[in-house]
Nanobody, 131 residues
Framework: QVLLVESGGGLVQAGDSLRLSCAAS????????MGWFRQAPGKEREFVAA????????YYSDSVKGRFTISRDNAKNTVYLQMNSLKPEETAVYYC????????????????????????WGQGTQVTVSS
């Protein structure tokens, strides 16, 4: 079992930056693939970014590419999401997720984009972007 706890959310103005953190504990592994998703009220959960086991590859949705950066610090069992130039429409609860496959396998991008690929989820952190 893996426990994921997000932090770093808050209220910012459009154009501001924010960095989210996801701390993992329990039977975690640096070889776990990690992803960030978000869900706005009344909307379906959507993929934001992911990082492969080992952190050698990153993946982003088209809407955030060039503005968001996902990274991981294996020594701290933490994954980050640096969000720049935030937009009001990106107001949502942001969730981190982990895949339990510890083999270090790097999958195709469609794997990381699907919420079904992840086994553990955090409680979410609220990000509100005012206009």
């Amino acid at each position: 079992q893996v426990l994921l706890v997000e932090s770093g959310g808050g209220l910012v103005q459009a154009g501001d930056s924010l960095r989210l953190s996801c701390a993992a504990s329990g039977r975690t592994s640096s070889n776990f693939a990690m992803g960030w998703f978000r869900q706005a009220p009344g909307k379906e959960r959507e993929f934001v970014a992911a990082i492969s086991a080992g952190g050698m590859f990153t993946y982003y949705s088209d809407s955030v590419k060039g503005r968001f950066t996902i990274s991981r610090d294996n020594a701290k069992n933490t994954v980050y999401l640096q969000m720049n130039s935030l937009k009001p429409e990106e107001t949502a609860v942001y969730y981190c997720a982990s895949n339990r496959d510890s083999s270090g396998t790097v999958y195709n991008i469609n794997f990381y984009r699907s919420g079904a690929s992840y086994d553990y989820w955090g409680q979410g952190t609220q990000v509100t972007v005012s206009s």
